[in-house]
């Protein structure tokens, strides 16, 4: 995910573990438009301006729900975001939407907020970013005694263990679940169908190798799972608009592969 200047992920310890992935903020210094990768994950953010205090004031809800291809995301000088980055399937049960009906889309302000009204007290009176945080940690918290399915969860583990290597036969046999049954399941939770998803997880792996290693891109085809160099090309023109031979400057969120 290239984001704005300023990006970075917390050494920030959430109350519960097993929902989120990440806590990130990022402050502008410039304007333009930042380049959105898709990670297959969903994400609530608190947009603000900073008073001459540096505190947060005009606050506004997004819930950026997974996508499936990149989108370009115009911004501001001295914007500030905080953000929640759930586990993949575990925004929709902790906000209590369907991320199928959601996906690919991104929804600010009021639009969040009819979508899930709960989320209007995040956004308060002023605060620091260190209290915007502790808002958004507190509300996920509030909603700890969920769980996926373990069907789900299970076919998680193997796609990112494998680096999205593992086909959909290979899982539902490990599973002992038929491919419709995944395929309902899991498009129903994480908002993505399940070859979308270990499509994606390829797709971040391959970025990486080829941004820090040495490897060739026949060679990170093959690593990364591609049927070849042209199938790689295919799927980074479909899910990122660019290249491998192209990459663009990418400040890669962090996420397990």
Known sequence: MQLPIGYKELNFKPLNRNMIEAVWTSITNNSGEYLVLPDGRADLILRFELDKNNKAQNITPIIAAPYSTAMRVPYKNQLGFVGLRFRPAMAGLVLNISLAKIAQNTFYGNDAIKLVPAVNKLTTGNATIDEL??????????????????????????????????????????????????????????GLSPKIFNAILRFHRAIRLLKFTNMSIANVAFEAGFSDQSHMNREFRKLGGFTPANLPDLALAGFSL
């Open 133 to 190: 945080i502790n808002r958004l940690d507190t509300f996920a918290d509030q909603r700890h005694n969920i769980s996926l399915p373990k069907n789900i969860q299970k076919s998680f583990d193997l796609m990112h263990l494998s680096g999205g290597r593992i086909s959909i036969f290979e899982i539902v046999k490990s599973l002992n679940i038929s491919e419709r049954s995944l395929l309902r399941n899991f498009k129903s939770l994480v």
